[in-house]
């Protein structure tokens, strides 16, 4: 079975600090996507992003950056600058490449951010 | 394009009821999967549908079901009702051609059992 933890489960900072999001996981699998959805108080998903197992290129798009290390088996996300509409519950979540289209959550974190 | 839509928003039951929640994935994706959302259990996945067939199920009793229509909208139906049973339902699309694709998530219906 595979899991996935957010250990941090509430954030607070204040507008323009940078923060980072933790992600630990765990799988038999050699093969995975790992994912970040975050999810603003009107309560959709919004993915973010998608990263496979083979790939552990970090990846930055605009004040966002993922840093993926399988030797930690951990999926961190870096939010710099962080900005009032950053405020959200940002979860982690994790597909083998053997379970179906079947996404398993971490426990999510609550970012604060505020002005 | 237009994203997933799930009709309605806020339904409240009361327990021993039905309810039936709906979801229209985003146009072109054949996959439509549902989740619950509680404060105590966080995401968990309920099932999948793909192509009119329930593909992958999750861990839930059988008072949870589903469909898929063949323009890949899809259904959720809970029977008798429990207090547990409220929650945030989510549901999300996906291409479907992978059993991997990345889902796109609805705003979700928000169930509250009386």
């Known amino acids: 079975a595979q899991k996935v933890t957010q250990a941090q489960t509430e954030i607070s900072v204040v507008e323009k600090e940078d923060v980072t999001l933790d992600c630990v996981y765990e799988t038999r699998d050699t093969t995975y996507y790992l994912f970040w959805y975050k999810q603003p108080p009107s309560g959709e998903l919004v993915f973010l992003i998608r990263r496979n197992s083979f790939d552990e290129q970090n990846e930055i798009s605009g004040r966002y950056s993922w840093n993926f290390q399988k030797s930690t088996s951990s999926f961190n996300f870096t939010i710099t600058a962080s900005q009032v509409v950053d405020s959200a519950v940002y979860f982690c979540?994790?597909?083998?490449?053997?379970?179906?289209?079947?996404?398993?959550f971490g426990g999510g974190t609550r970012l604060m951010v505020k002005p | 394009k237009a994203g997933v839509t799930q009709t309605p928003r806020y339904l409240i039951k009361t327990r021993g009821q039905q309810v039936t929640l709906s979801c229209s994935p985003i146009s072109g994706h054949r996959s439509v999967s549902w989740y619950q959302q509680t404060p105590g259990q966080g995401l968990q996945f309920l099932f999948e549908y793909f192509s009119e067939t329930q593909r992958n199920k999750g861990n839930f009793p059988g008072r949870f079901s589903g469909r898929q229509f063949s323009n890949s909208r899809s259904e959720m139906n809970v029977s008798t009702l429990e207090l547990g049973d409220s929650a945030l339902y989510l549901c999300?699309?996906?291409?479907?051609?992978?059993?991997?694709?990345?889902?796109?998530f609805g705003p979700g219906t928000r169930l509250t059992v009386l």
């Open positions: 979540a994790l597909i083998p490449n053997n379970a179906g289209n079947m996404l398993t």
């Open positions: 999300a699309s996906s291409l479907g051609d992978s059993l991997t694709d990345t889902q796109y």
